[in-house]
């Protein structure tokens, strides 16, 4: 078997992720939710739960999504109607662009 590479994350990244699991810990804390109640309602183990709370960013986002969600965090300062409405306008901003991103090769003309 292959140890696993730790891989490297930006400043911001690692500052986002402490935030947020800050945010989960501390509003789980306040609404005096266990861990065992709030991991049963999430579906997930404990010990998922515990490293959602340490910040680590391997754990899968939708189960942090919804751990949030459960506790009542907003996460993108809206409720979930607006949600929807930025849903709907990312959507159409996509349909617009293209579907792949390609490289454009520039010929030189170096024939002086």
Sequence with gaps: MTK??????????????QLLSSLIKTTRV???ITMQDLC????ISRDL???IEKADPACSIGVVFEVAALL????FQSDYSD???KNK?????????PQRVKNTVIEVDDNF
Excluded: F, N
């Design 72 to 75: 009542g965090i907003d996460l």
């Design 89 to 97: 306008l990312i959507k159409e901003k996509l349909t617009l662009l």
């Design 83 to 85: 949600l929807l409405i």
């Design 49 to 51: 739960l515990s490293r």
């Design 30 to 32: 306040e609404k005096k």
């Design 40 to 43: 049963e309602r999430a579906a």
């Design 4 to 17: 696993k590479e730790k891989r490297a994350y930006s400043r911001y990244t690692v500052e986002a992720l």
